[in-house]
């Protein structure tokens, strides 16, 4: 403040000389008092959130469906986070936590599952939220065949308008977390949406009618996607936004210079690095959340196929001592990776310290190679997306050091997850993977029935199904009770060569500094839209 005033006294003299040679008259005045508090004020931010104003959000993927949970693809799983909710899901801890639930009661004993549901709820069509909604989309995801164990719901019985038991043939604490994860959507809103299924189904695809915070106003596939406040959402207070709008981006250099242009608020799934390196340096907030908001990078050996080099084990062992993890890490992530020795990261749950059974050795994997009847190498491929064309190269020179030709299978997004999740893929494929708090993303991926690589491809020996089995066991309330079994089966995948870990990346968002939210802090499908705001700006 002195120095300011000081400034403010020699601008001043200064005028008042020049008015002195213009032959002006001058008045000998003071400078009117700075109210000191006030100057502060207006220089601090808001104390508190402030209501108003539509986030422009990017994003380099983009859904192809909001409504038809049954078909939910991660990335729709995403964008429909602002629209739909679920029973329960996961806080900044791993515990799971109340939301259209507010509370549940196991009874392994009876094999049975009861959901208390929140009263005084609604959906966006002014539908109520109640035990019928909640066995309807139930009954919606065991028709798609989409609902994780749904094999072991024996009947859904509706005890009261806010009350729901699953009578099962079968308990495991990880049910909970599989079906209190649904997303809810309307049902009077489907039912009324055409006079077949099929019309029902196509007109979900397009259109989100939900509980969330905000409803969906406009979906333009690969365009924009749309949402508008709800006046009636549960939450006492919120949301505070009046709308998001969200476009598709799809090269990350043209959205990072989208948001160094300041027409975005945010960028969601952002991952060139560089790039948001750069922005953080400019002044933009970066989320770089836990080592756990990443995605866990591996090879998938087509394993399961006896005709196939990947069903040795001693190549797939061979694959793992060729890639110089560090390096690639490295070179891809510029310090934010981390390389991979165990099917985990450092900050998971179920890391094993200190576990690492084939670091970097090529000499080691030319020998083992020549060991499985493979002296000169073979060829391979490996299945990507243009998005990890990089990654792929790297990959393929390391793996041409000891004799694996990798040809790259680069794929258009929808054949990619179509063969991950559904169809399979001939030899190796690049894929990634969410990394859980509670450290479930092993049975989520890798388990005995796995809600994502379903195909079949990767064998797993009996002893890795066995101690997933053992962790799922009815001794155990939940994965961190069960934890140092889980550790067990990571340490097993690794003896096996199950898969070939890599790294762990980054997937953060950007904002402006005027924007407050927590995502991407605790995983890519928590995000909390109703409690994110924006300063006047």
Not at 301 to 310: A, E, H, R
Not at 373 to 398: C, K, M, S, W
Request: with cysteine.
């Amino acid at each position: 403040m002195k120095k300011f005033l000081l400034i403010s006294l020699v601008l001043l003299l200064a005028l008042s000389l020049v008015a002195l040679s213009l032959g002006c008259p001058t008045e000998e005045e003071e400078p009117p008092p700075v109210d000191e508090e006030e100057e502060e004020e207006e220089e601090e931010p808001p104390a508190g959130p402030v209501y108003g104003g539509v986030m422009k959000v990017i994003g380099t993927g983009f859904p192809v469906n909001i409504g038809y949970t049954p078909e939910f693809m991660p990335t729709d799983s995403i964008y429909a986070l602002p629209s739909l909710e679920r029973l329960c899901e996961w806080d900044e801890d791993g515990i799971q936590i109340p939301v259209l639930a507010t509370s549940w009661e196991s009874d392994p004993d009876n094999l049975t599952i009861t959901w208390y549901l929140r009263e005084g709820v609604t959906f966006h069509d002014g539908t109520p939220w109640n035990a019928e909604a909640c066995r309807w989309n139930f009954q919606l995801q065991l028709d798609g065949g989409r609902l994780p164990y749904g094999q072991f719901i024996e009947s859904l019985e509706v005890v009261d308008d806010y009350t729901i038991t699953m009578h099962l043939t079968a308990y495991t604490w990880y049910m909970i977390v599989n079906y209190g994860w649904v997303m809810m959507i309307s049902p009077t809103a489907f039912e009324n949406a055409g006079d077949t299924l099929e019309e029902r189904i196509d007109w979900a695809r397009s259109n989100s009618v939900g509980t969330g915070a905000f409803e969906v106003v406009d979906f333009q596939r690969d365009v924009v996607l749309r949402y508008a406040k709800n006046d009636n959402y549960w939450r006492e207070g919120m949301p505070y936004l009046d709308g998001i709008e969200a476009r598709y981006i799809p090269d990350p250099v043209t959205a990072a210079a989208t948001m160094e242009a300041g027409e975005a608020d945010m960028w969601i799934q952002a991952s060139e690095v560089q790039s948001l390196l750069d922005l953080e340096e400019m002044g933009l907030t970066v989320n770089w959340g836990t080592g756990l908001a990443g995605m866990f990078w591996s090879l998938l050996p087509n394993s399961s196929d006896p005709d196939s080099p990947l069903a040795n084990q001693k190549v797939r062992e061979a694959i793992e001592y060729a890639i110089d993890r560090e390096a690639i890490a490295e070179m891809l992530g510029f310090g934010k990776y981390e390389p991979l020795h165990q099917m985990a990261s450092s900050d998971w749950p179920g890391y094993v310290p200190g576990y690492d059974p084939r670091p970097y050795d090529p000499e080691k994997a030319i020998e083992l190679l020549a060991d499985a009847g493979y002296a000169g190498g073979f060829e391979t491929t490996i299945l990507a997306t243009d998005a990890a064309r990089d990654a792929v190269a790297a990959l393929q020179a390391n793996l041409a050091d000891v004799g694996i030709i990798v040809e790259p299978d680069i794929a258009d997004f929808g054949r990619y997850i179509v063969s991950l999740f559904m169809m399979g893929w001939e030899d190796l494929a690049l894929a990634a993977s969410g990394i859980n708090p509670d450290a479930t993303d092993i049975f989520v991926h890798f388990g005995p029935n796995p809600m994502t690589f379903m195909t079949g491809n990767i064998y797993k020996s009996p002893e890795y199904l066995a101690l997933c089995e053992e962790a799922l066991g009815l001794e155990y309330a939940d994965a961190f009770e069960a934890m140092d079994k889980i550790k067990e089966a990571v340490e097993q995948a690794g003896e096996d060569a199950m898969i070939i870990p890599l790294w762990r990346d980054v997937s953060v968002a950007v904002m402006q500094l005027y924007v407050h939210s927590d995502y991407f802090t605790i995983h890519g499908v928590i995000w909390t839209p109703y409690d994110t705001w924006m300063e006047e700006h």
